[in-house]
T-cell receptor, first 114, second 112 residues
Framework: DVKVTQSSRYLVKRTGEKVFLECVQD?????MFWYRQDPGLGLRLIYF???????EKGDIPEGYSVSREKKERFSLILESASTNQTSMYLC?????????????FGQGTRLTVV | KQEVTQIPAALSVPEGENLVLNCSFT??????LQWFRQDPGKGLTSLLL?????REQTSGRLNASLDKSSGRSTLYIAASQPGDSATYLC???????????FGRGTSLIVHP
């Protein structure tokens, strides 16, 4: 089974802190994604990566950056955490075998910024 | 830009009912349509994936259909159970990087 693992289920950070959210997948997928999920707004794409050291902005990249130094690991960085970044963060890994992408998700990280 | 809409936003039904959840998308140039389940505070679990060339997929009591020409997919849940209570999301994958675009979900409660 494909496994996507996010480093923390719950995280509480202070305003202004630099925050790292880690995501690791074990199936050699090229494409990885970071979403945030908020009530009433659904899942919104923050950043994605289609290869090592490659990154693309999604719909809401402001206040975030990402790092992909190894194929299996995709990190989301909050440069200076703010209370409006309190949210559920979801990482996805996508395989496109045969040209039909299938998304696999981690368990989510509930981040609270105080 | 792909947009995905799910109707209804919430649904509450008694146990045993058959249900239909709806998903519509604006750009029919999709690779596939994927249905997920999300329990409170958890990540997304994939239920069914319908490739663009397929019309439907079945898994147990779940059946998903796809009509690309009309931009619609439906998830049919037969004989609903309290354990089916969760939020159901659909996602359409399109674009060069296979980006899944999600609907906002249907929150389902099945009461005994």
């Amino acid at each position: 089974d494909v496994k996507v693992t996010q480093s923390s289920r719950y995280l509480v950070k202070r305003t202004g802190e630099k925050v790292f959210l880690e995501c690791v997948q074990d199936m050699d997928h090229e494409n990885m994604f970071w979403y945030r999920q908020d009530p009433g707004l659904g899942l919104r794409l923050i950043y994605f990566s289609y290869d090592v050291k490659m990154k693309e902005k999604g719909d809401i990249p402001e206040g975030y950056s990402v790092s992909r130094e190894k194929k299996e690991r995709f990190s989301l960085i909050l440069e200076s955490a703010s209370t409006n970044q309190t949210s559920m963060y979801l990482c996805a890994s996508i395989t496109a075998t045969g040209g039909s992408p299938e998304a696999f998700f981690g368990q989510g990280t509930r981040l609270t910024v105080v | 830009k792909q947009e995905v809409t799910q109707i209804p936003a919430a649904l509450s039904v008694p146990e045993g009912e058959n249900l239909v959840l709806n998903c519509s998308f604006t750009d029919s140039a999709i690779y596939n349509l994927q249905w997920f389940r999300q329990d409170p505070g958890k990540g997304l679990t994939s239920l069914l994936l319908i490739q663009s060339s397929q019309r439907e997929q079945t898994s147990g009591r779940l059946n998903a259909s796809l009509d690309k020409s009309s931009g619609r997919s439906t998830l049919y849940i037969a004989a609903s159970q309290p354990g089916d209570s969760a939020t159901y999301l659909c996602a359409a994958s399109s674009g060069g990087s296979y980006i899944p675009t999600f609907g906002r979900g249907t929150s389902l409660i099945v009461h005994p």
